[in-house]
């Protein structure tokens, strides 16, 4: 979304917005931490979620940290893990990350 689709989401009602794609801190690849404060400088209140290309805690952090209200994480996963439904294995993977955020 760009800034402008995301105050025209609010305008018609969203409770919240999908940053995508994000990039990572420094900038590489789409939305960065830096772009969402000014972003939500200009528009506080928005509820906003980055998504795409958050693939470390650090990353999730950052973003966070940033203003976003939530971070889509997928990546994280083993393929395997999620193929087969061994949701022990994802439970534990997802714990850590989070741990790692914090």
């Known amino acids: 979304a760009t800034p402008t689709e995301v105050h025209n989401a609010y305008a018609a009602g969203a409770c919240a ?5 994000c990039a990572d801190p420094t ?3 789409g939305w960065s931490p830096k772009a969402v404060v ?7 209140g ?3 979620v980055a998504s795409g290309g958050i693939a470390t805690p650090k990353d999730a952090k ?4 940033a203003g976003c209200d939530a971070a889509v ?3 994280i996963f083993d393929y395997d893990a999620v193929k087969h439904a ?3 294995r994802v439970g534990e993977q ?6 790692e955020c914090l």
């Open 27 to 29: 900038g590489n690849g």
């Open 46 to 48: 928005v509820r906003v």
């Open 94 to 99: 997802a714990k850590k990350f989070v741990l």
């Open 62 to 65: 950052a973003f966070l940290d």
């Open 73 to 75: 994480v997928g990546a």
């Open 86 to 88: 061994d949701a022990a």
């Open 17 to 21: 917005a999908k940053l995508f794609p």
């Open 38 to 44: 000014a972003m939500k400088r200009a528009m506080p």
